[in-house]
């Protein structure tokens, strides 16, 4: 039996093709691709989630360990 050769994958292309059509095939490629480009962005979505929602809560003055430090109030710029 062995491997296949070019042409066997020659023949499964055109029967594939004479059975679905061309444009069947690349409603299917585009579809595909959407899917993956969708699969992309929620993965994307998901690590800034995970990122956002692992950060440490503010450490009150008293509890810090170090007294030589300096606590400064931080305020972030709202540009309108």
Known sequence: ????SIWHW?????????????????N?????GKAVKGFKDGVKGEEEK???TTTTPPVHPS???DKST???ETREKHRS
């Open 1 to 4: 039996m062995g491997s296949m």
């Open 10 to 26: 020659v023949i499964v292309l055109v029967v594939v093709v004479l059975l679905f059509g061309t444009k069947k095939l690349g």
């Open 28 to 32: 299917v490629g585009s579809d595909i």
């Open 50 to 52: 995970t990122t956002t």
């Open 63 to 65: 509890q810090v360990a």
């Open 70 to 72: 300096i606590d400064v």
